[in-house]
């Protein structure tokens, strides 16, 4: 039988053994993200990566860190943990290929009222499958308990990654001129924004998490927790066949449209969406007309169907439509840009 000690850490409320088995589950999935670069053993104070930068003149880092925000409060109401870590890694690394930067490797921060070893593995089993689907190793993180600070049975998680891009390649939007076409690549559902007002609109439904919704052909628990889809490798494949002719790409996360499109914008351009071209998906329309929210208000929440947006070279749209097909993914040309103030206007 364990002493618990008035001065020993598991009075306090920390597992030290959970902590050691936790490494023990999880060191399978981390390892299974491994690639060239990677150096070291999992479990070392730092996380080692040797990037292979030697087909680049002026490499750059880029770097993301994100969380996936109240959308674990779906998770925790479900038990359900196996994909919240896909969440974290896409968050990071759909931002960092916005730059033309390939994502090498990754680092989680998992922190816990209680550590719950099988629970923790689940999770980091996620993030290693988030990793396996950008190519980026999961190098290192931490797991912390926080008896006393945190709500019994929840935890928070929050990921970094960081990848590479020539100089001369980087994606920033400043070529970008009018008439050059926008391409959308369609979202998996809600991704990991917006959940705070989801929960909101949801609040009578939360307790019916695993009932079957026909409008949406799944549950509403297996809807709100679907993962972000992750846009690494085939928009990779698709700056590597079609170059500077991809001038910006906008990843639509939290402040929907109207926020992100514009991040990807030079000043005097601006871009007009249509979204009669959008097809709907089942979730945006019924949480609009059960939280009575004006079309302007879901399009500034809200990815609406489209996680990723390019601008590129008018004459080459086709071709980069075509190319990312055959990446599996279905693109859609949704507008154009044109010289005005920068910003968006949405064409109903």
């Known amino acids: 039988m364990e002493n618990k000690t008035s001065g020993s ?22 390892k299974s993200t491994y690639r060239p670069g990677t150096l070291g053993a999992f479990g070392g104070f730092g996380g080692m990566f040797e990037p292979d930068l030697s087909g680049m003149k002026r490499p750059v880092a880029v770097s993301g860190t994100d969380g996936v925000g109240t959308k674990l409060k779906i998770a925790f109401l479900l038990d359900k943990h196996d994909t919240i870590g896909v969440d974290c890694v896409a968050m990071c690394v759909n931002d960092i290929v916005c730059t033309g930067a390939e994502p090498m490797f990754f680092l989680d921060y998992l922190a816990m009222e209680k550590n719950d070893p099988s629970r923790t593995e689940r ?19 931490e797991t912390a308990e926080h008896p006393g600070m945190m709500p019994k049975g929840e935890y928070d998680i929050a990921g970094f990654s960081v990848g590479f891009v020539d100089f001369d390649e980087i994606i920033d939007g400043s070529r970008i001129k009018p008439g050059d076409a926008i391409i959308g690549l369609t979202s998996s559902g809600l991704h990991s924004n917006g959940f705070s007002l989801v929960r909101k609109i949801l609040a009578d439904k939360l307790n019916d998490l695993n009932t079957y919704v026909p409008d949406l052909g799944c549950t509403l628990g297996e809807e709100l927790l679907r993962p972000t889809k992750i846009y690494v490798k ?27 499109i514009p991040r ?25 007309q059960k939280g009575s929210i004006p079309a302007n ?6 990815n609406m169907g489209i996680g990723l947006m390019l601008a590129v070279s008018a004459n080459k749209a086709d071709a980069v439509l075509t190319t990312l097909q055959e990446q599996g993914e279905r693109p859609l040309y949704i507008g154009e840009c044109e010289k005005n103030d920068k910003g968006v206007d949405l064409i109903w």
């Open 123 to 141: 999770i980091v089993a996620g993030v290693a499958d988030g990793c396996r689907q950008a190519g980026c190793a999961l190098i290192g993180g």
């Open 297 to 302: 208000d879901m399009y500034g929440t809200f």
């Open 264 to 288: 990807m914008l030079p000043d005097g351009t601006r871009a007009r969406v249509y979204i009669e071209k959008i097809p709907q998906m089942p979730i945006f329309p019924m949480l609009a």
């Open 234 to 260: 085939p928009l990779l494949n698709a700056i590597k066949i079609h170059g500077k002719d991809i001038k910006g790409i906008s990843n639509i996360t939290g402040g929907g449209f109207y926020e992100n």
């Open 9 to 30: 850490y598991a009075s306090a409320g920390v597992d030290v053994a959970a902590g050691y088995e936790s490494v023990e589950r999880m060191t399978p999935h981390v």
